[in-house]
């Protein structure tokens, strides 16, 4: 379709040749010659006319009807020449005037004929008698008077001057003097000297006329005419002229407009036959791209680059991919190099462009002023073209080729390298996958191994969790009968710290042996870092000073608060040690658009809207060799550490789909970032915290397979306003429901029991008194779906060992909700 201008352009002129030759072809000679024709026609007519008249007036012509043919050829010829006119539109005033003297010659020819005919017959008869020997014999004395009378007509018929008039009247006086009156000849005389009077008369009368139709001859009238089809001619000629000249011309303009047309088309065929090579370069280069290993990718890379500018004609040849560190493909040809920071710089110019289509200039040196001209004249670059590179989430780059001259009446090679560069942003996106392939392998044999790692800390922690249940609940019951302040009062608290330092160990070694999806929910990161500063400076040494800067209230994540809290209270407490307890703790939040695949310290970060959180301290750093292991569980650099600190954290940031980033140098203190998707801060929410409610006396039924334990568990139940029914065995638990479940108000169901395990107990009580609600005693909330939970009925989930403010919370709601559905 770019030729269709070029098309039809030739097609008008086609045309427009066409018709200037119909307008040049000379159709007026014919018509000029027959009008030529006419004239002569007409000239000899006329004169065929004049010798006749003057064949008449001499005496040698007596048939008149010649004159007649003439005239009307004249007559014929005229009208012929007046329509003749008409039909060239000119102008028919010399025709007219030709025609007027038609007609004044036909008058006088009319006049001619008459006096001529009285003339030549008094000639006639005075010849006749002049010679007659008859009437001169009777009369010798009138012979010389006839002969002198006679030559004088004779004289007058040749001249008919006043000279020739009065020898001519002379001659008839003497004749009339000499002629007889009386006799045989006197009627002869009289008649003699009659027709000499009437020749005196007729003579110089017909001369007159004869020079009067002479003098009428249209000879300016016919040359009028003449001239005025000659200018006719002359007029349709010269437009002839000028059409064949346009003839010309335009033929010349269609020859030039046919070569540019043929000029065109031929670089539309050199155009097709490199785009065909090219194409056939990029599926050959593609398929070597498709068929090498990601270890290969980078030079076969370069191989590749190397084709496709030997194809487009450039010097340097590159990819460049926007990641961290910058990773660059380069290409040039032999004695050519790169110059410090090209083509890495080819990435700001391509955003200086903003050409998300690609971008070719021909001459580097025609740019205006700016950092674009600046770049590419220090790179040496007079030509340069560029394509990005774009796979959302994946490959973010540009490939760009470089050319120490200008480009003059060369094709862009964009439309080109665009298939190239489609051939390999695909290789680099296979490349990239390869490599997340080969991530995710990794990380599934490291969740493997560490499934077996969880797998025995769960079953130690299982055993643990009996003791300190046991010494958690022996305490809590035998704090309210020692008086407050008291040595054995101190020592059971501290027991009681104690314990409870070993469950928050416990739920560690599980939290990190058993994850699993837990209920997350909007919370704001303000209330978040509020809850942990109050705890943290409750736990930290005085010491160590804690700075939480200000977060704004819209910043929220999407998580379970409790193990988000955990976070942060595991790198304050692993920022406090590096510090040895006197040092200076930062916690900052910001929110922050991440347009570009980003690479941390443990994990990555795709597109999208983040929320980081950092701990900074200025304790004594991490070497190279800690910070290779520190995420690994059980590493730890201290004699007290656990090496589940840091473990933890990890798995909880990879649960809530985000990254870690850390930034050390030994002695200079270190930075932990948390990077998690942030969300709408309209949505978030957190908790509030509420004072224990205690029963009223409502009865609740509890099941526990071990007698210490389900005494503890009655103890703690009756402490909190509730009367506890025990059974140590399913089958009286579920004979007491059966007998009347109208007895009791709720459910307790312990971790375990003798011979069932307790989610099969729960859903089977259930079953038996469905209006009574359920509660179901776990070491880890992981160990069942929630989806198992709610298919057995089951209401609440407690951690045990059981905490009297979770219990008397839980025990709350599911009074108070069974109260709503009572009828």
């Known amino acids: 379709m770019r030729n269709l201008p070029f098309i039809l352009g030739v097609s008008f002129l086609l045309a427009l040749l066409t018709w200037l030759l119909l307008r040049g072809i000379d159709t007026n000679a014919s018509t000029y010659a027959v009008t030529l024709q006419t004239l002569d026609e007409y000239a000899l007519a006329e004169a065929s006319l004049h010798r006749d008249v003057l064949q008449a007036r001499a005496g040698l012509l007596r048939d008149y009807d010649t004159f007649t043919t003439a005239v009307r050829a004249m007559e014929d010829a005229v009208g012929r020449l007046r329509s003749r006119a008409r039909a060239e539109a000119l102008d028919t005033r010399p025709i007219d005037r030709l025609a007027e003297a038609v007609v004044e010659q036909e008058e006088l020819l009319e006049r001619f004929k008459t006096s001529n005919a009285l003339m030549q017959n008094s000639l006639s008869y005075v010849g006749l008698l002049s010679t007659s020997p008859a009437f001169l014999a009777h009369d010798v004395q009138l012979a010389p008077a006839t002969g002198a009378l006679a030559a004088a007509i004779l004289h007058l018929a040749r001249d008919t001057s006043s000279d020739a008039l009065r020898a001519l009247q002379e001659r008839i006086d003497q004749f009339a003097r000499q002629a007889p009156t009386t006799g045989p000849d006197a009627e002869s005389a009289r008649a003699m000297l009659a027709h000499?009077?009437?020749?005196?008369?007729?003579?110089?009368?017909?001369?007159?006329?004869?020079?009067?139709?002479?003098?009428?001859?249209?000879?300016?009238?016919?040359?009028?005419?003449?001239?005025?089809?000659?200018?006719?001619?002359?007029?349709?000629?010269?437009?002839?002229?000028?059409?064949?000249?346009?003839?010309?011309?335009?033929?010349?303009?269609?020859?030039?407009?046919?070569?540019?047309?043929?000029?065109?088309?031929?670089?539309?065929?050199?155009?097709?036959?490199?785009?065909?090579?090219?194409?056939?370069?990029?599926?050959?280069?593609?398929?070597?791209?498709?068929?090498?290993?990601?270890a290969e990718t980078g030079m076969r890379l370069k191989q590749v680059l190397g084709e496709f500018?030997?194809?487009?004609?450039?010097?340097?040849?590159?990819?460049?991919?926007?990641?961290?560190?910058?990773?660059?493909?380069?290409?040039?040809?032999?004695?050519?190099?790169?110059?410090?920071?090209?083509?890495?710089?080819?990435?700001?110019?391509?955003?200086?462009?903003?050409?998300?289509?690609?971008?070719?200039?021909a001459d580097a040196t025609a740019l205006p002023p700016g950092v674009v001209k600046d770049a590419l004249t220090d790179a040496g670059v007079r030509a340069w073209a560029c394509l990005p590179l774009i796979r959302p989430g994946r490959v973010q780059g540009i490939m760009g080729f470089d050319r120490f001259r200008p480009i003059r009446n060369r094709i862009s090679p964009i439309p080109l390298a665009r298939l190239a560069g489609d051939a390999v942003a695909n290789a680099l996106e296979r490349e990239f996958l390869e490599r997340e392939r080969t991530k995710l392998a990794m990380r599934l044999e490291r969740a493997r191994r560490m499934q077996m790692i969880g797998s025995l800390a769960s079953g130690i922690a299982h055993n643990f969790n009996n003791i300190i249940g046991a010494i958690l609940g022996y305490s809590e019951m035998a704090e309210p009968q020692i008086t407050r302040g008291t040595k054995p009062a101190q020592h059971i608290d501290e027991i009681r710290r104690a314990a409870e330092r070993g469950r928050d160990l416990v739920d560690n070694i599980l939290t990190f042996g058993r994850r699993a999806d837990g209920r997350a929910r909007p919370v704001q990161v303000r209330t978040l870092l509020n809850e942990a500063a109050s705890m943290l400076r409750a736990s930290l040494p005085s010491d160590v000073e804690l700075v939480f800067e200000e977060v704004p209230a819209e910043v929220a994540v999407s998580g379970e608060p409790a193990q988000l809290q955990q976070v942060i209270l595991n790198l304050c407490t692993n920022a406090a040690q590096a510090t040895n307890d006197a040092g200076c703790i930062r916690v900052a939040v910001k929110q922050e658009q991440v347009t570009a695949f980003v690479e941390m310290s443990d994990g990555e970060l795709l597109l999208g809207r983040y929320v980081c959180l950092s701990v900074s301290d200025n304790g004594s750093g991490i070497d190279e060799r800690v910070a290779r292991r520190m995420f690994e569980p059980f590493f730890t650099t201290r004699v007290a550490g656990t090496g589940l600190g840091l473990a933890t954290v990890r798995e909880i940031v990879r649960d809530h789909d985000g990254a870690i980033n850390v930034q050390s140098e030994p002695g200079c203190g270190s930075r932990f970032e948390v990077w998690l998707p942030a969300m709408a801060a309209d949505t978030a929410a957190v908790d509030e915290l509420s004072a224990v409610p205690l029963g009223r006396g409502e009865t609740v039924l509890i099941v526990e397979g071990e007698r210490d334990r389900l005494l503890r568990d009655e103890e703690k139940l009756a402490a909190l306003g509730y009367e506890p029914v025990g059974f140590e065995l399913a089958a009286d638990a579920l004979a007491a429901c059966r007998s009347d479940s109208a007895r009791f108000d709720i459910i307790l169901v312990g971790h375990a029991s003798r011979h069932q395990g307790g989610l099969e107990l729960a859903r089977a009580l259930h079953e038996v008194s469905p209006l009574q609600p359920v509660l179901l005693a776990v070491a880890s909330a992981a160990d069942v779906s929630v989806d198992v939970l709610t298919d057995a009925g089951i209401s609440e989930v407690l951690h045990w060992p059981l905490d009297n403010t979770e219990l008397a919370a839980a025990l709350d709601r599911c009074l108070r909700a069974s109260a709503r559905l009572q009828p």
Request: charge should be positive; glycine fraction near 4%; hydrophobic fraction near 50%.
């Open 309 to 361: 500018s030997r194809i487009v004609d450039a010097d340097r040849a590159y990819v460049v991919l926007d990641e961290k560190p910058v990773r660059v493909h380069a290409w040039s040809k032999d004695g050519v190099t790169f110059p410090p920071g090209w083509p890495r710089q080819a990435l700001a110019v391509a955003e200086e462009l903003g050409a998300s289509d690609g971008v070719t200039i």
């Open 196 to 294: 000499a009077r009437l020749l005196h008369e007729q003579l110089p009368a017909v001369d007159e006329t004869l020079k009067a139709f002479i003098a009428a001859a249209s000879t300016q009238a016919l040359e009028e005419s003449r001239e005025l089809f000659s200018r006719h001619r002359s007029v349709v000629e010269a437009g002839e002229q000028r059409y064949r000249l346009l003839l010309y011309v335009v033929a010349l303009l269609l020859l030039v407009m046919l070569v540019i047309l043929g000029l065109r088309l031929r670089a539309r065929a050199v155009a097709l036959r490199r785009r065909a090579a090219f194409e056939h370069v990029i599926a050959e280069n593609s398929t070597r791209l498709i068929n090498c290993s990601p």
